[in-house]
């Protein structure tokens, strides 16, 4: 990644805490409103899982042996 991918990731994040912390902090129906950066931590949880399955599917499904064509 650039570095500047980078930098636009971090405000990403910054921006994300602060607003989980100004709006969000009264809105405490669900019990995960109390673990501090809970949503910013599931985001990078979730993309991270997609990037592992699509790495794995990927593998499985579309990969083929080196010699598929000439037999």
Same mark, same amino acid.
């Given at each position: 990644?650039? /570095?500047?991918?980078?930098?636009?990731?971090?405000?990403?994040?910054?921006?994300?805490?602060?607003?989980?912390?100004?709006?969000?902090?009264?809105? !405490?129906?669900?019990?995960? /409103?109390?673990?501090? !950066?809970?949503?910013?931590?599931?985001?990078?949880?979730?993309?991270? !899982?997609?990037?592992?399955?699509?790495?794995?599917?990927?593998?499985?499904?579309?990969?083929?042996?080196?010699?598929?064509?000439?037999?």
């Amino acid at each position: 990644m650039k /570095n500047w991918h980078w930098i636009v990731l971090g405000i990403l994040l910054i921006a994300s805490l602060i607003l989980e912390f100004t709006y969000l902090s009264d809105y !405490a129906s669900h019990w995960w /409103n109390h673990i501090p !950066a809970f949503y910013a931590l599931w985001g990078g949880l979730g993309c991270a !899982a997609l990037i592992f399955i699509s790495k794995g599917l990927g593998k499985f499904f579309i990969l083929s042996d080196e010699d598929y064509y000439d037999a």
